[in-house]
Each structure stands twice: as structure tokens, then as C-alpha cells.
């Protein structure tokens, strides 16, 4: 028992007891005991979850995975673990970024497809490949940081795929890539000439952006590992 009224709260005095207390619950037990412990952190800390969302992600993973299958749990984990992983892009913690936006990604991965949705924004990408598309991205950042430049590298074009952007990874399809892009760009400059091409929407301006976030990101990458074609291609890209 320590703290002091009206914020007493029990901890075990040893790590080790801890452990075999836990140990000794049966899976759906644990899985329970988070679900509690989640939805009474959200009852306690309403008006500032975000000060939470490591713990929440925490709760609410192990939860998750409990059985049967709890869709609302799966959702409270995902938005948790995305939250905590901004906060710690932001707070330059990229080991801590990894972890919470890889957890997010490995998590989605356990979903239903229905659960996911697929309504389409723009440019045929739909909401939910937008937001998984970000955790990819967030995950090159950090990665990036941390000088783990292939992975960075993976990251961003599994971030690219869901954008539909796929970069390509041989040499011929490279070179193949870099004439489309020359003659996409060629074919844009003549349309606003011609007062022909439309704007983006704001949704087609929100999948551009990400886009060329994303390439110019990877660039980077293909900068550390010598590769002068790719960063070529990426730099024709963005």
C-alpha cells in the first residue's frame, strides 16, 4: 500500500511476485482483468485520455486478444496504440514509436477484413488504408532516426503500396518507372498550359501529400544506402 488518501493504491513490493501472480491467472482472466483496468483509466481520465494512451494501449491490447473476439476492444487498442505512437514521434522517443505503431499494425493484421471498412476517399484509396498508411509512415520516421535504414526503407514502401504508389524495386522496372513518371509530368505541364487540368480535390490533395511525404522521406534512406537510381526516381516522384 502506498500514496497517500484519497489515492491509495496496492503494489507489489517484488517484480517477481508480480510475475507469478500473473502467471498463475488463466488467459481469459488476464484478458479480462485488462478490459477492467482499461475501461476504469478511461472512467478516472476522461478529460485527458491522451496523458493514458501508453497505459490504455496497454490494457487494451492485452484485452483484444482475448476470446471471443471483442471487436470494441480491437478498436480501443488500435486508437490507443496510434495515439501513444504520435506522441512519441513527437516527443523524438523513436524506440517507444516503433514499438506502439508496429503493435498498431501487428493488431490490425489480427482484425476482421469487414472490421476495417472500405470506404473509399480518394484516388482509390480507402479510410482505413490512409490510416494504416500513416502508421507505415510513422514507422519510417522513427526508423529513419534510429539509422535503420532498411527498414525505413520497407516501412515507407509498404506506406507508398497502401497509397497506391507501389515504388519499384528492380532495375528494369525502375528505369520503367522513371520514363512514366517524365512522361506524366510532361503531360501535366501541358495540361496547365492549356488551362485543361482540374485541382485536386481535397481528398486527392490529402493521398498527394502523403505521398510525397512519403517519397521524399525514402529518398533520404536511398541517399544512406548509395542508391543513386532509387533516390533519382524518388526525387522525379516528389
Not at 496496492?10 to 484478458?31: I, K, M, N, P
Not at 509498404?158 to 524495386?169: D, N, Q, S, Y
Not at 528492380?170 to 522513371?178: D, E
Request: with cysteine; charged share 25%.
Amino acid at each position: 500500500l502506498h500514496g497517500h488518501e484519497p489515492e491509495l493504491a496496492y503494489a507489489f513490493g517484488h517484480a517477481l511476485t508480480h510475475e507469478v501472480a500473473y502467471g498463475s491467472l488463466l488467459y481469459r482472466q488476464r484478458c479480462e482483468l485488462h478490459r477492467a483496468l482499461g475501461r476504469w483509466y478511461e472512467q478516472e481520465h476522461g478529460s485527458d485520455l491522451g496523458a493514458q494512451a501508453a497505459v490504455l494501449a496497454h490494457h487494451w491490447s492485452h484485452a483484444a486478444r482475448g476470446a471471443p473476439a471483442d471487436a470494441t476492444s480491437f478498436r480501443k487498442a488500435i486508437d490507443y496504440l496510434e495515439l501513444a505512437g504520435v506522441q512519441a514521434l513527437r516527443s523524438y522517443s523513436n524506440r517507444e514509436a516503433v514499438r506502439f505503431l508496429g503493435d498498431a499494425v501487428s493488431l490490425d493484421a489480427e482484425r476482421s477484413t469487414a472490421a476495417r471498412g472500405d470506404d473509399v476517399i480518394a484516388l482509390a484509396v480507402t479510410k482505413e488504408q490512409l490510416r494504416r498508411a500513416r502508421w507505415h509512415s510513422g514507422l519510417g520516421h522513427a526508423h529513419l532516426a534510429l539509422s535503420d535504414f532498411a527498414r525505413c526503407r520497407a516501412d515507407f514502401y509498404a506506406a507508398l503500396e497502401l497509397l497506391g504508389h507501389a515504388v519499384p524495386r528492380t532495375p528494369l522496372r525502375l528505369g520503367a518507372g522513371m520514363l512514366a513518371e517524365l512522361a506524366k509530368q510532361a503531360a501535366s505541364h501541358l495540361g496547365r498550359q492549356a488551362g485543361g487540368r482540374e485541382p485536386p480535390t481535397p481528398a486527392e490533395a490529402t493521398i498527394l501529400t502523403e505521398r510525397t511525404d512519403a517519397l521524399r522521406i525514402l529518398s533520404k534512406a536511398f541517399f544512406h544506402e548509395n542508391d543513386s537510381s532509387q533516390v533519382l526516381y524518388a526525387n522525379l516522384c516528389d
